[in-house]
């Protein structure tokens, strides 16, 4: 399977504190992008980051890439009570324009 | 702006019915996908159009077909369905494929008794 595999599972954590998700793919990339689902809704595109990219930023976001470790994290920043909610990370499949998505990781920000 | 529209919301099958769920995007994309996901874990790619009139496998095809009606409807249809496809589907599209940001429905929760 060419789906990531992302770290950890769960995650809990007071408000103010910083989050911290990892994901692991198995071959080379396109892009990856991180996506975000309320318990219950659709997903939500949060930030794409490209091969040639080592760091993004979005408002509280961090997303890094380590091609050479096959790797991201995305940091969320000052979290809120708001952002209690599951993240996957997707990777594209080769040059077919398929999206694969990892198992997520489920965050939880307690007030 | 209505989006990525998916019909039905919910429904409930007996083991051997068939059905198809409908999905309607608004946004000129050319990609569109169906992806199903069950507890705990991460969405798996059922079947993938890049553009109309194409469609390819992904993850998990089997006891499904799709039929890509033109640019903006993708719909996902069992034929005789079992328990194990008891799951939430997503439909979802892309202007650029896995290029570019998907934009996802809520979600047709399906139950198969």
């Known amino acids: 399977s060419q789906q990531g595999e992302e770290d950890p599972q769960a995650l809990s954590i007071q408000e103010g504190e910083n989050a911290t998700m990892n994901c692991s793919y198995k071959t080379s990339i396109n892009n990856l992008q991180w996506y975000r689902q309320n318990s219950g809704r659709g997903l939500v595109h949060l930030i794409l980051i490209r091969s040639n990219e080592r760091e993004k930023h979005s408002g509280r976001l961090r997303v890094t890439l380590d091609t050479s470790k096959k790797s991201s994290s995305l940091l969320i920043t000052a979290s809120r009570a708001a952002d209690t909610a599951s993240y996957f990370c997707a990777t594209d499949y080769g040059n077919t324009g398929k999206l694969i998505f990892g198992q997520g990781t489920t965050l939880q920000v307690k007030p | 702006n209505a989006g990525v529209t998916q019909t039905p919301k919910f429904q409930v099958l007996k083991t051997g019915q068939s059905m198809t769920l409908q999905c309607a995007q608004d946004?000129?994309?050319?990609?569109m996908y169906w992806y199903r996901q069950d507890p705990g874990m991460g969405l798996r790619l059922i079947y993938y159009s890049a553009s109309e009139g194409t469609t390819d496998k992904g993850e998990v095809p089997n006891g499904y077909n799709v039929s890509r009606l033109n640019k903006r409807e993708f719909s996902l249809r069992l034929e005789s369905a079992a328990p194990s496809q008891t799951s939430v589907y997503f439909c979802?599209?892309?202007?650029?494929?896995?290029?570019?940001?998907?934009?996802f429905g809520e979600g047709s929760r399906l139950t198969v008794l």
């Open positions: 946004m000129n994309h050319n990609s």
């Open positions: 979802a599209s892309s202007e650029v494929g896995g290029a570019g940001e998907l934009f």
